[in-house]
């Protein structure tokens, strides 16, 4: 067995169902195996953690993004006490393994970190050990665990960084108590995870949950994954900018606090820019993101056709925005949701973690994966 069972939490099934739950669905929930296989190379993994330790350990959350690196302290209860944040040098995977290294020496320094769990923009095998591909960083075939492992000379956990904030959101905010809970995450992209039945999964091959490169416009605007017309090319931080610069560069003069904001230079204007705006109350930042909200309905309602989960969470730096964007897509989605009037509605919400959900998530999972380990 490799590295993909991962212990349940919360899990709403009888015995009898997990008994009749197939070995191949256990075998491929995340993070690690409850025996597995030893790496020769790889520092020799920790003793499981006395349960009195377990609860009194602190463990450091990386969550690396498109564009920001975030680490922070979280005890057991899921609480930061200490964090730190940097830029992603995007095009340069050893300056990003770097900016890793550094984070992970700087807290240890100062605190008793028993484990480390590292949440990555990117797809992720099976076994958690390496990056496949990431859209939006320089990471290709990257042996991202091991690399940090042996540099740092203690076990590290990796998990899809969407993937971590879904369970944080599950363990400590908005999806407590939910068995089936799709995560979305709305940054430089999209990312997404679900955790059922107090699980991630992570599908066959590890790559559940890349919701973001579903198509929704067949032949729309390219995307970085190599697709066109993907949902995050009109939903996500780089959509909603490329739309402010296009309105901004036909010198709209709906456009004027848009322009006055960046300078007067169309190119700086992010979808971040943006939605500070829209919550200042700027009539063409908040009719961008009511458009964007619709697109996002669009694609909820896609994923409660094929995944039917009790609840949505949207979290990720554009969902400061709130109501602004989440009213326009409940509105899409219930408008274009399959069966509508005749099925139970999924309630939309915030996450309740904010930009903390990814390395609150990450740290946790190191947690429980070191208290399995035998």
């Known amino acids: 067995m490799d590295d993909r069972s991962l212990p349940s939490l919360g899990s709403s099934r009888t015995p009898g169902d997990r008994d009749r739950s197939n070995e191949s669905a256990r075998a491929r929930a995340w993070p690690v195996a409850r025996h597995p296989r030893r790496d020769p190379l790889a520092p020799r993994a920790p003793r499981r953690l006395p ?43 050893a300056a990003v393994e770097e900016t890793i290294v550094g984070l992970v020496r700087e807290f240890s320094a100062e605190h008793r970190i028993l484990t480390v769990g590292i949440g990555a923009a990117g797809w992720m095998d099976t076994s958690g050990s390496t990056v496949l591909f990431s859209p939006h960083l320089a990471w290709r075939n990257e042996p991202l665990r091991a690399t940090l492992e042996a540099r740092l000379g203690r076990r590290i956990l990796v998990v899809n960084d969407a993937d971590a904030a879904g369970w944080g959101e599950y363990r400590f905010g908005a999806g407590r108590h939910v068995s089936r809970l799709a995560c979305i995450t709305l940054g430089t992209g999209i990312g997404g995870s679900l955790v059922r039945d107090g699980q991630l999964e ?152 904010g930009a903390d959900a990814g390395l609150v998530g990450a740290a946790d999972l190191a947690r429980v994966s070191a208290r399995s380990r035998r």
């Open 202 to 353: 992570r599908g066959e091959f590890g790559l559940a949950g890349e919701f973001g490169h579903q198509i929704v416009v067949p032949e729309g605007h390219r995307c970085e994954c190599g697709n066109r017309g993907c949902w995050e090319q009109y939903a996500s931080g780089n959509a909603l900018g490329r739309e402010a610069r296009g309105l901004a560069r036909a010198a709209s003069p709906v456009a004027h606090r848009l322009l006055a904001a960046a300078g007067g230079e169309p190119e700086t204007i992010s979808g971040a820019l943006v939605t500070e705006l829209a919550i200042e109350g700027d009539p063409a930042s908040r009719e961008l993101l009511e458009d964007m909200g619709q697109w996002l309905g669009i694609g909820l309602a896609n994923l409660a056709a094929a995944l039917d989960p009790g609840r949505f969470v949207i979290g990720g730096g554009l969902s400061a925005a709130g109501d602004l964007l989440l009213e326009p897509a409940r509105r899409a989605f219930a408008r274009h949701l399959t069966g509508r009037g005749f099925r139970p509605v999924a309630p939309i919400v915030t996450a309740a973690l």
């Open 51 to 93: 349960t009195r330790l377990a609860r009194r350990s602190l463990s450091l959350g990386v969550d690396i993004g498109g564009t920001k690196v975030a680490a922070g302290v979280v005890n057991a209860d899921g609480v930061v006490i200490a964090r730190a944040q940097r830029s992603t040098p995007a095009t340069d995977a």
